[in-house]
């Protein structure tokens, strides 16, 4: 019916011009009733009077972006804004399709042109922004972000895009004001509740947060991202499970999310009745569903196969700065033998400091990944001629697993990221010991386990205070501490040490990190402890200092008391160059084997519990003797120092050797075959 309608002979009749208004006027209202074929329609013929009328292609343009066919709504943008230039929203549509078909530069330029032919047109700004945050190049965003704020106040997503680009900075306080700006202005936007609970959760204010993410599902109960961000905050919380199932949802919304199902992957080490082969196994389906179809495609790698010739390794992290994750790799990196090893990093860091300063001198080249997607990066890899690749993050924030799983080096190693490796094929090994993976789980692991003569290495932060004697002597009672993130402390751990208090008379605890300077965190872990019988009066909690503020802490604690399921890495580390030594279960899982590897390399296995019975029976015979703990605190650093995790040439070296007999099996692979022939 609507065909005949408004079908218009070769020549315009009189009355012509009152029915192409009746057409806009029927177009629009078609278009916006969602019966797009229709208005498509409409608009198809007025162009076919008037192939350069740019009204009627942009009009096109819009049905067409609705319609989610973002090619054939390119062509007629380009139409709209050839015929007229100063068309700001053409140029702006053109670039909101460019930017649905990933031409993300070309978007750029889109939305460039139309701030400049209408430097006023809000939406364009703040879709530079888009863009530019996307590339996280975040001082141009944010700028673009302010002017789109600026020129249009009442406008909810530059303000949302904002506080995801100031909370990626650090800048917290900021980002919270932006997302409740947002959330004044749309109360009912799921968007602006997400948006408003992530910066509360980086805050340190997890209850909140989670409390933000419910009602963000309310709103939208099919949002996959808010379920997801759910998941996060009940994970800083110490509810596993609950994290577990949040994740679990997102992904029934969104199974292509790759980083939901890291997320989830990554809680299952806080879950107590997780087992090696569940983390396996969930490693493994993240293989299948986001990183076997890189792997088909694979070419071979022209590097040149003489084993003993200088080698060129990339590492790959988030966290080239300070950071515990640093505190890993970073010895490692900083003592390479330049003679035969040529290092490239590259780095997702979005906030470098002095320590990435460090890295930069030593390094032979140093790569930015900000802004660089998966394939891209694999490619620049490639150019690079990189022999052996080594991921640093595992399955937390900021990996580069998608890379990984393209393989654009030979050979690539996952090592001091998570103890229970990747899942992917295309890992070669993972770098441990011992201690941390058992012979009859290794068959399970993806990558071939390589045991180094400790777990890692540790380099003691410039100016970290001298050790004092245990407290207690002075104080007559026992101070245990932790000083692990606040997600660590599981339901299970709260119990735990509520039965070493109650077993160890007028002893105290000090509970330190970020979030325990929020109530709800303390709440919880009052309640916890409470309902073990535990005085609040026993209980001490300290926030966020610097660091060696932090490490001066020491000087309050006897008795560093590990969590489970998951252990301390770096900060059962910084314990024991404090001189506090650490009382941990040996765990069921990798991830809950570090301390117990730190302490076995010292030779300090009778600290190593192997059910919590042994635990709370350790504490109490580990607190009765002070002249121990007194004799112990002052022989730990020297011991530390002596040790392969003190001595961090010499475990250098270590990698090194294993770095070089991977590459000798990866050239006896590529000799092989033609010996055979």
């Not at 919590?612 to 109490?620: F, H, I, K, T």
């Not at 015979?621 to 007194?630: F, V």
Request: hydrophobic share 45%; charged share 25%; proline share 5%.
């Amino acid at each position: 019916m609507t065909r005949n309608r408004f079908r218009q002979p070769r020549k315009a009749k009189a009355g012509a011009g009152s029915k192409s208004v009746e057409a806009l006027r029927l177009a629009s209202e078609l278009t916006a009733s969602g019966r797009l074929d229709q208005a498509e329609e409409i608009y198809r013929q007025m162009v076919a009077l008037a192939p350069g009328d740019p009204v009627a292609n942009y009009n096109l343009g819009v049905v067409l972006l609705k319609a989610d066919r973002h090619a054939d709504a390119v062509k007629v943008n380009r139409r709209a804004w050839t015929a007229r230039p100063a068309m700001a929203v053409a140029h702006n549509h053109l670039g909101l399709s460019l930017s649905s078909l990933g031409r993300k530069a070309e978007a750029l330029d889109a939305f460039r042109n139309a701030v400049t032919a209408n430097p006023l047109l809000a939406v364009a700004h703040a879709n530079i922004g888009r863009i530019l945050l996307e590339a996280e190049n975040f001082v141009e965003a944010e700028s673009s972000f302010r002017s789109a704020i600026r020129l249009g106040p009442t406008a909810v997503a530059p303000r949302t895009n904002l506080s995801d680009l100031l909370r990626n900075c650090g800048r917290l306080a900021d980002a919270e004001g932006e997302a409740r700006a947002a959330t004044a202005l749309a109360p009912n936007s799921h968007i602006a509740w997400n948006v408003l609970a992530n910066a509360m959760r980086m805050l340190g204010r997890a209850a909140e947060a989670a409390a933000m993410f419910r009602r963000a599902l309310t709103i939208e109960p099919e949002s996959a991202m808010a379920h997801n961000n759910l998941g996060n905050a009940l994970r800083d919380l110490g509810d596993a499970k609950g994290a577990i199932e949040a994740y679990r949802a997102a992904l029934r919304l969104a199974p292509e999310s790759a980083n939901s199902h890291s997320s989830l992957i990554f809680t299952l080490d806080f879950d107590q009745d997780s087992t090696t082969e569940e983390q396996q196994a969930e490693r493994d389906q993240w293989w299948r569903n986001h990183g076997e179809r890189f792997a088909r495609n694979i070419l071979p790698h022209p590097n040149v196969a003489d084993p003993d010739r200088k080698l060129r390794i990339g590492y790959v992290s988030a966290h080239f700065n300070q950071s515990s994750s640093a505190s890993t790799f970073g010895p490692v990196i900083l003592g390479h033998d330049s003679a035969l090893f040529d290092v490239i990093c590259y780095s997702g860091t979005v906030t470098e400091d002095r320590i990435t300063g460090k890295f930069k001198n030593v390094v032979a080249r140093w790569r930015s990944t900000l802004g660089v997607d998966d394939d891209r990066l694999a490619r620049q890899i490639r150019e690079d001629g990189i022999d052996i690749l080594i991921d640093t993050v595992g399955h937390m924030a900021g990996h580069r697993l998608g890379t990984f799983a393209r393989k654009p080096a030979p050979v690539q190693v996952t090592a001091w990221g998570q103890a229970n490796g990747t899942g992917l094929r295309t890992i070669d090994y993972l770098l441990s010991d011992q201690v941390m993976i058992s012979e009859d789980e290794r068959p399970l692991f993806a990558e071939k386990i390589v045991d180094l003569p400790s777990l890692m290495t540790y380099a003691p932060s410039f100016g970290a205070p001298d050790v004092v004697s245990p407290p207690a002597i002075a104080r007559r009672h026992i101070t245990f501490g932790s000083f692990n993130r606040e997600g660590k402390v599981t339901p299970e751990t709260l119990a735990l040490w509520g039965t070493v208090l109650a077993a160890v008379p007028n002893s105290r605890l000090l509970l330190k990190y970020t979030g325990w300077a929020a109530e709800d965190h303390r709440a919880r872990a009052l309640a916890a402890l409470g309902a073990a019988g535990i005085d609040p009066e026993r209980i001490e909690f300290r926030g966020r200092t610097g660091h060696v503020a932090h490490l001066a802490a020491y000087a309050d604690v006897d008795i560093a008391l590990d969590p489970i399921p998951i252990s301390g890495g770096i900060t059962s580390l910084e314990a024991l160059w404090m001189g506090v030594p650490v009382i941990n279960i040996r765990g069921r899982t990798a991830a809950g084997r570090s301390a117990a590897s730190f302490m076995a390399t010292l030779g300090l296995g009778d600290w190593i519990a192997e059910s919590p019975d042994d635990y709370r029976r350790l504490a109490v015979a580990k607190s009765a003797d002070l002249q121990g703990l007194a004799d112990l605190r002052r022989r730990l650093r020297p011991m530390l120092l002596a040790s392969p995790i003190g001595d961090t040439l010499a475990y250098t070296r270590a990698v090194e050797t294993a770095y070089r007999a991977m590459w000798r099996r990866w050239c006896a692979s590529q000799i092989a075959p033609r010996a055979a022939e």
